[in-house]
Nanobody
Framework: QVQLVESGGGLVQPGGSLRLSCTAS????????MGWYRQAPGKQRELVAT???????SYADSVTGRFTISRDNAKKAVYLQMNSLKPEDTAVYYC?????????WGQGTQVTVSS
């Protein structure tokens, strides 16, 4: 059974930082590209950042320079370091594992940026 479990969300003030974690089980983690997506109330889910099996990264324009995605294959984990958070970053953040023929999602973790 494949499981992706996110953690690290919470309430933070504008300008603050959070580090999200996603731990995988039931898959050969190292052969999956990993990504973070987010969905704000009333909006579609959007891509935030991705990291390939070779650790190449890409980011949405809205988070470039503020967020950093990384992975630890030994721990079967992917991380999202979020700095300089803004109220518009408020959303449920989802972890995604993807190959050509399969994709898996976590249950999401809430991030709220508010003073």
């Amino acid at each position: 059974q494949v499981q992706l479990v996110e953690s690290g969300g919470g309430l933070v003030q504008p300008g603050g930082s959070l580090r999200l974690s996603c731990t995988a089980s039931g898959i050969t983690f190292s052969i999956y590209a990993m990504g973070w997506y987010r969905q704000a109330p009333g909006k579609q889910r959007e891509l935030v950042a991705t990291i390939t099996t070779g650790s190449s990264t890409s980011y949405a324009d809205s988070v470039t320079g503020r967020f950093t995605i990384s992975r630890d294959n030994a721990k079967k984990a992917v991380y999202l370091q979020m700095n300089s958070l803004k109220p518009e970053d408020t959303a449920v953040y989802y972890c995604n594992a993807r190959r050509v023929s399969s994709a898996y999602w976590g249950q999401g973790t809430q991030v709220t940026v508010s003073s």
